[in-house]
Each structure stands twice: as structure tokens, then as C-alpha cells.
């Protein structure tokens, strides 16, 4: 009795410390990515929803969620934002010019069609595909949305992109009865996700002859 009760003492500090960096450090982390694009932010939330799977304490997984939602949320108004300024200014804008550095002409003509077609609807999408948010923003900024019309598209998007990383943080978790070999799993289903949308497009691109 005595060492369960022992183990339990040592282990809530240890949640406790958990907590107390952890969702600070994802909000922080998941920010960034949201402003400087390489930052592999889909990976941070499942393995922070593995690492909450595990936990004894309610609503950390809710926290998690709330936390990178809104993370991404303000990151992407953020970077928006400093894209119109360097749309309206006449030397532009480092932003800007980063903006458009990773987001292809095919890809960006391929979002303006979709935006043209679906409106508002796109912005969820863009979030859900790998490295499509980028191209349907500068699509955005170039058809001169106001930012409230962007953040407003924006806040289911980022809403279903917390939701459906954590859900693979959630699998990862449920399979191992370690917290780490979850966040092993978990990037590795992040990063195959990642990575396939442009596998698929080398390998369908028709070859010269």
C-alpha cells in the first residue's frame, strides 16, 4: 500500500510539469509553424495527443485540442495579415515573398480555380492536404479577401486539422502501452501523410518521351 501510494505522490508532479510546459510549448511551437511554413506542425499535435492519451488528468486531451486549434488559428490571421500589408506595399514584404517562394504557379492556379468555384469551402480543405495551405492563402490575398472573410473560413479549418491530427495521436496511443512508441507511430502516420500527396504527384506526372 504504502509504494502505490508513494508512486502516485511522485507521479502527479511529473503530470503536473508535463502540463505546465507542455501545452505552452505546443501553442508557441504550432504558432511558429503557422508563420514560417516548415515547421512540421501535424506531428506536434499527434505526438502531444499520445503523450495526453496517457495521462490521468481530464480534459487534457480537450486541451490539446483547444491549444493547437487555436495556435494555428491565430498563426495563419497572423501571417495573412502581414501578407495583405505586403500586398498594399509598393516594395512588398519578406512575408509575402515567402508566402509566394512556397507555393508554386500550378498549385497556386489549381487553388485560384478552386476558390473561384467553392469559395470559403477551400480554406478547410487547404488545411487538411499537405502543404496546401500555403497556395490557397496567397489564392486568398490575390483575390484581395478582407481578413475577416479569411479568418471566418478559417476557424473550421483549423478546427478539423487539431481534430484530425489528434485522432492519429489517439491511434497511435491506443496501440502501445508506452507513451513513446505512440509518438514513434504517430509521426510516422504523419509523415507518410505528408509525403504522399507529392509521391503521388511524381509518379502520375506523365514522363517525356
Same mark, same amino acid.
Given at each position: ?123 478547410? %480543405? ?11 492563402? %496567397? ?71
Amino acid at each position: 500500500m504504502r509504494w502505490w501510494l508513494a508512486a502516485a505522490v511522485t507521479a502527479v508532479p511529473a503530470e503536473s510539469t508535463q502540463r505546465a510546459i507542455g501545452y505552452p510549448s505546443l501553442f508557441l511551437l504550432v504558432l511558429i509553424g503557422a508563420l514560417v511554413p516548415v515547421v512540421p506542425t501535424g506531428a506536434l499535435v499527434s505526438s502531444a495527443a499520445v503523450v495526453a492519451f496517457h495521462q490521468t488528468a481530464p480534459f487534457a486531451l480537450a486541451l490539446v485540442f483547444a491549444t493547437a486549434s487555436l495556435a494555428a488559428f491565430l498563426g495563419d490571421a497572423a501571417l495573412y495579415w502581414l501578407g495583405r500589408r505586403g500586398m498594399r506595399s509598393r516594395n512588398g514584404s519578406r512575408w509575402l515573398e515567402a508566402i509566394r517562394a512556397r507555393a508554386p504557379q500550378e498549385r497556386l492556379e489549381q487553388a485560384q480555380g478552386k476558390l473561384a468555384d467553392h469559395g470559403t469551402a477551400v480554406l478547410v %480543405l487547404s488545411r487538411m492536404v499537405p502543404a496546401g495551405r500555403i497556395p490557397v492563402m %496567397l489564392a486568398c490575398l490575390m483575390a484581395r479577401w478582407p481578413l475577416r472573410r479569411f479568418v471566418r473560413g478559417n476557424l473550421p479549418a483549423c478546427l478539423a486539422w487539431a481534430a484530425t491530427y489528434q485522432l492519429i495521436g489517439i491511434l497511435g496511443g491506443s496501440l502501445f502501452p508506452q507513451p513513446w512508441q505512440g509518438v514513434v507511430t504517430a509521426v510516422a502516420l504523419t509523415v507518410v501523410i505528408s509525403a504522399a500527396p507529392s509521391v503521388w504527384r511524381r509518379i502520375s506526372r506523365p514522363r517525356a518521351v
